[in-house]
T-cell receptor
Framework: GIQVEQSPPDLILQEGANSTLRCNFSDSVNNLQWFHQNPWGQLINLFY???GTKQNGRLSATTVATERYSLLYISSSQTTDSGVYFC???????????FGRGTSLIVHP | NAGVTQTPKFRVLKTGQSMTLLCAQDMNHEYMYWYRQDPGMGLRLIHY???????AKGEVPDGYNVSRLKKQNFLLGLESAAPSQTSVYFC??????????????FGDGTRLSIL
């Protein structure tokens, strides 16, 4: 099956810093999502982005499908950004997304 | 606008007991999924369904059964709970799209402890 690798596994930032999270995948996909799991365990949809670039406030994401990676940018980080960020990808014709192991982010005040 | 609702939110069981987790969605989605999440891991798929009356095994199906008798509900059953099934369980749903071009929507999770 498709392999999904996220980096870095852990990230610690001071409030106000910027960061880039990466998701590499081993096969072509037509379904890619970024999620934030908050400290209460809820999974929050951030972006559905199988290709191209999207922005939502301080967060943006870019997927380069031909090179099999996606990036999540967090600018001017806040303590509420803390949690685990997952990407999930699905190859064409698949009902089943595969999740990466996530990037754990801690933002200190 | 409820979305995906999981019941219960927390449960503690003794080894050997049985229970059923309920997932309900009000978005008329065709596809539904059950995942488990263990510390340091991403989500692993237990079972999924692509429509009413259909189910299929995912990556880690052993020890679980599922049923999809109604389109809006997807039930996950543990017939004889084991400590290895202590985990957080997530349900998700997604609109039908054979090309896979639709995002998943998740419930808030069920935290299950087996003693």
């Amino acid at each position: 099956g498709i392999q999904v690798e996220q980096s870095p596994p852990d990230l610690i930032l001071q409030e106000g810093a910027n960061s880039t999270l990466r998701c590499n995948f081993s096969d072509s996909v037509n379904n890619l999502q970024w999620f934030h799991q908050n400290p209460w365990g809820q999974l929050i949809n951030l972006f559905y982005i199988p290709s191209g670039t999207k922005q939502n406030g301080r967060l943006s994401a870019t997927t380069v499908a031909t090179e099999r990676y996606s990036l999540l940018y967090i600018s001017s980080s806040q303590t509420t950004d803390s949690g685990v960020y997952f990407c999930a990808v699905g190859p064409g014709g698949s009902y089943i997304p595969t999740f990466g192991r996530g990037t754990s982010l801690i933002v200190h005040p | 606008n409820a979305g995906v609702t999981q019941t219960p939110k927390f449960r503690v069981l003794k080894t050997g007991q049985s229970m059923t987790l309920l997932c309900a969605q009000d978005m008329n989605h065709e596809y539904m999924y059950w995942y488990r999440q263990d510390p340091g891991m991403g989500l692993r798929l237990i079972h999924y369904s692509v429509g009413e009356g259909t189910t299929a095994k995912g990556e880690v199906p052993d020890g679980y059964n599922v049923s999809r008798l109604k389109k809006q509900n997807f039930l996950l059953g543990l017939e004889s709970a084991a400590p290895s099934q202590t985990s957080v369980y997530f349900c998700a749903s997604r609109p039908a799209d054979r090309a896979g071009n639709q995002p998943q929507h998740f419930g808030d999770g069920t935290r299950l402890s087996i003693l």
